[in-house]
């Protein structure tokens, strides 16, 4: 997996790194490879990957 992979709120994290939410109010966070990938904001959301870990 390369940065600018992007991965759905519910999915499994396809890689460990700092996931960064598509669009505005966004945030960043810590995800490791097969957590869910969680919610933000009470929505579900876009990450998008913008450093390995």
Excluded: F, H, Q
């Excluded at 598509?22 to 969680?38: H, Q, R």
């Amino acid at each position: 997996m390369a940065v600018g992979t992007t991965a759905r709120t519910g999915e499994k994290c396809p890689e460990s790194g700092v996931w960064k939410v598509v669009g505005t109010p966004s945030t960043t966070a810590p995800i490791a490879k097969g957590n869910t990938m969680p919610p933000y904001d009470g929505k579900a959301v876009t990450w998008m990957l913008i450093l390995l870990a």
